[in-house]
């Protein structure tokens, strides 16, 4: 009799969990409290728009291809991915603009636009991170970190490849121009982390995107999570939508199952919880049956920060703007505005943006004539002690402003759909410990050995995926927490 999995939340790292232990000939059940999979990766459908809740940037594409060969699908026939040139662009607080793509030549040529003494060290970098993504996105990335002896054998590695020093650190070895510093340096942001905090090892983002490109699935993210779904029942498997998990069913340190809101209990041999790993242990395990992820073990560890989301339409387009797919504008302050959101937990009065334009690529995603936007900024997470039912309104019309003065002209009387989220949304309905929008913050000290691990310390038969767990957010982690989470139960 095969065993069978209960997937607690279908965002990607439930999804892709589900179907690989599927392929591996499973029986699963994957629960999902909201009316639709998707988790961060829900989906905004309003008066004919579609807005991406959540990731945008979709790189290390054959990770997607290896869940459906292993189901024996191929990838192209559920969904279709298209390269994005340039990557990036990014404006500096004066409105300067640097395009960012995988051609070396390419980004040279925009390097000597602001310092053509950087372009040999931009070489250099790059040359330098190839090392760091060969050990820690190819050798580890994938691999479970269960003992103390798994960290203490790649430790010599680690110093080697200067993981003491920040990202920001790290750039400025080679890096002169303050603002290709920047240029350079915010990946960390994309999964939550503070460049002048986290650990150089998070450098290899940049190599990673060089290596597979940036992509974008036409029909929004959502178009994956559809079709990630649509495999997982065509695998045998079941998705159960409006259920809400409210604990995991333990006896004598082992997990048997989960209880829903409703009081119904659904037995299982294994549970994979996919909600966030500090709301798992916090809210669904029973304080009892868990000494080490202890109540006041989860308060000290520092989470990510959280985000403001506004999502719009318009009723116009913007084609003619210098606006590309993925735009970055980065503010007057830098170090200082990561500082307020980081150390201080402070809603300053400026910001940065990333601004996607998704209809620049594919129009299909509004109605005709009209354009979709989402803009994100990173905010503090609710440890600032924000009232954001009062603040969201002013924070969100300042965004506008600035956007219509800079960027998008006439944007307020051009807005025909609107919808926000804040930290409020990441803690009340995503289950986001303090509201944080990546889960545990991207430290050395809480990397590999040191973050949650995939198999739960205290409870048997307890499995983690998805940004909070090893090897961290951004898709291409969590896409590699559910490798790791099949071979743990495939060797179990």
């Avoid at 499973?26 to 409290?33: A, I, R, S």
């Amino acid at each position: 009799m095969k065993k069978k999995i209960i997937v607690i939340g279908s965002g990607f790292g439930g999804l892709a969990t589900a179907s690989r232990l599927l392929s591996q000939g499973y029986e699963v059940e994957l629960f999902e409290k909201r009316d639709k999979p998707g988790g961060r990766a829900y989906v905004y459908e309003i008066d004919g728009f579609k807005f991406d809740g959540g990731p945008t940037v979709i790189t290390a594409p054959f990770l997607f291809d290896e869940i459906f060969e292993a189901a024996g699908k191929k990838r192209e026939d559920y969904f279709k991915l298209v390269p994005c040139d340039p990557f990036y662009r990014i404006f500096n607080a004066e409105g300067e603009k640097f395009d960012y793509n995988g051609d070396h030549e390419f980004v040279l040529i925009e390097i000597e636009k602001w310092n053509p003494d950087d372009k040999k060290g931009y070489t250099k970098f790059l040359k330098s991170t190839k090392a760091i993504f060969n050990k820690g996105f190819v050798e580890l990335a994938d691999q479970p970190f269960l003992s103390l002896w798994d960290m203490i054998k790649v430790i010599p590695d680690l110093i080697k490849l200067q993981s003491h020093k920040t990202v920001y650190q790290y750039i400025s070895k080679y890096i002169e121009n303050d603002f290709l510093r920047k240029v350079f340096s915010f990946h960390p942001l994309l999964v939550g982390g503070n460049p002048f905090d986290t650990t150089s090892i998070y450098a290899m983002i940049h190599y990673l995107e060089r290596e597979w490109g940036v992509h974008y699935a036409m029909g929004g993210t959502g178009a994956i999570v559809e079709a990630l779904a649509q495999l997982i029942r065509e695998q045998g498997g079941t998705i159960h939508l409006n259920a809400e998990v409210d604990k995991i069913t333990v006896e004598k340190g082992t997990a048997t199952g989960i209880q829903l809101k409703d009081g119904t209990i659904h037995k299982a041999d294994q549970v994979v919880s996919n909600a966030d790993v500090a709301f798992t242990y916090r809210h669904m395990v029973d304080e009892k049956d868990r000494s080490t992820y202890s109540n006041r073990k989860i308060e000290r560890m520092k989470y990510s920060m959280s985000l403001f989301v506004i999502y719009f339409g318009t009723k116009r387009r913007y084609l003619d703007s210098e606006l590309e797919h993925h735009n970055i504008i980065l503010g007057e302050r830098y170090r200082e505005l990561l500082s307020d959101i980081f150390h201080d937990k402070k809603l300053a009065e400026d910001f940065s943006l990333y601004l996607h334009m998704p209809t620049k690529t594919d129009p299909s995603l509004a109605p005709e004539g009209c354009e979709g936007f989402y803009v994100l900024s990173p905010v503090p997470h609710l440890d600032s002690g924000t009232d954001w039912k009062t603040k969201a309104k002013p924070y969100r019309d300042a965004i506008i402003s600035f956007l219509e003065e800079n960027y998008l002209p006439n944007l307020e009387e051009n807005i025909v759909v609107e919808h926000h989220i804040d930290p409020l949304h990441f803690k009340q309905t995503l289950n986001s410990y303090k509201g944080s929008a990546f889960s545990v913050e991207p430290i050395l000290t809480q990397s590999a050995w040191f973050r949650p691990h995939n198999k739960s310390e205290d409870i048997d038969d307890l499995f983690f995926v998805g940004a909070g767990t090893h090897p961290g957010a951004g898709l291409p982690g969590v896409l590699s927490s559910a490798k790791i989470a099949e071979q743990l139960i495939c060797d179990s």
